[in-house]
């Protein structure tokens, strides 16, 4: 059985970033990571991938060929991927024996709640090779800051949510940036725990354009909360300065994502009853639950900056 996620989310979002971040976390902790570029766009890799679209198809000769834009470009190339399946199973079967995978997603949006070809070409791995995936749709946080666009992210989360069909992450990416556009109206929690949404609707109300639709936003809020299954995590993957900013940010987000996928479970001798306690219980379970040595040297030596400050921090909250 082999774990994974898929990284997914617009333009933007950080996608590529966080597949280069969380494989480099990952190997940190002990875990042989492959990540699998299937974006036939994205030319400039900052990490070493396993398999790469481009060896399949380019985005850049399919726009000169069939006289294609980008948009148009990217659902042809997953609509070659998923006709030429067999290519990238091939390139995969090696690496299902011990290998955690990262898919490393195109940005548009199109592919993931509306064309099937993307989902296509998961479900299909998933079923012949016996993958235990979790989608990780990243949102640019920096969205929080206008009412208007985040209920258009929550509408995007949901719709692809109900799409992909897969175990399901959303996290607000670059979240510090998320004043950089303006100042948040409520806490941070108001925008990750999505509730209340009805609460927008003074701020939606102080803007024309959205006062316009304001019955629409309404039926919007109202179906992502009675659907209730949108919330966020939040991450930056950069933001390392301290080994614990580290662990609280990308571990238990990593926590999140292997309770979802089931890899929590891996490597646990338990009875049923003891299964149902991890399933149903909060996410801060220790590490020593993990099939893996936590090498804490590695990750300071690796991550962390400036450890004096951190020590000094510390201690003055003493």
């Known amino acids: 059985m082999v774990f994974g996620q898929v990284v997914i989310g617009p333009p933007g979002s950080g996608k590529t970033t966080y597949c280069n971040g969380m494989s480099q976390f990952l190997q940190l902790i002990g875990r042989k990571v492959v990540v699998i570029n299937l974006d036939p766009a994205n030319d ?41 399946i067999d290519w990238l ?6 690496l299902i024996k011990d290998h955690y995978f990262l898919f490393d997603f195109p940005g548009q949006v199109e592919l993931f709640f509306l064309h099937s070809s993307t989902k296509n070409v998961i479900m299909k791995l998933v079923k012949k090779l016996n993958l235990r ?16 666009k ?18 399901h992450i959303n996290v607000l990416s670059k979240i510090d940036l998320i004043e950089s556009y ?13 509730e209340n949404l009805s609460y927008l609707q003074y701020s ?5 354009r959205s006062a316009k639709y304001r019955k629409l936003t309404k039926e919007i809020c109202d179906v992502v909360e009675d659907y209730s299954l949108v919330n966020f995590a939040t991450l930056d993957i950069q933001a390392c300065q301290s080994l614990f900013t580290l662990l609280l940010t ?11 996928n089931g890899y929590i479970f891996a490597g646990i001798e338990a009875s049923a009853v003891e299964f149902s306690k991890i399933a149903v219980g909060p996410v801060d379970w220790d590490y020593y639950r993990y099939p893996f040595n936590f090498d804490f040297a590695a990750v300071q030596e690796k ?3 400036d450890d004096e400050n951190f020590d000094d921090d510390e201690h003055s909250g003493d």
């Open 182 to 194: 303006g100042k948040l109206a409520f806490n941070l929690d108001f925008y990750t725990d999505v």
């Open 89 to 94: 199973e091939a390139k995969l079967k090696p």
């Open 250 to 260: 990308v571990g238990n987000l990593v926590k999140l994502i292997d309770k979802s």
């Open 44 to 84: 400039a890799l900052p990490y070493e991938c396993a398999v790469n679209i481009e060896d399949l198809i380019k985005l850049s000769d399919v726009m000169v060929e069939h006289g294609l834009g980008p948009n148009g470009g990217l659902v042809y190339c997953m609509d070659y991927l998923e006709k030429n």
């Open 150 to 167: 985040y209920v258009s992210a929550l509408l995007l989360s949901l719709s692809t949510m109900l799409h992909m069909e897969l175990p």
């Open 133 to 148: 995936l979790t989608a990780v749709h990243l949102v640019d946080a920096h969205l929080c800051s206008d009412p208007g």
């Open 204 to 208: 939606l109300d102080q803007d024309p």
């Open 303 to 305: 991550y962390m900056k």
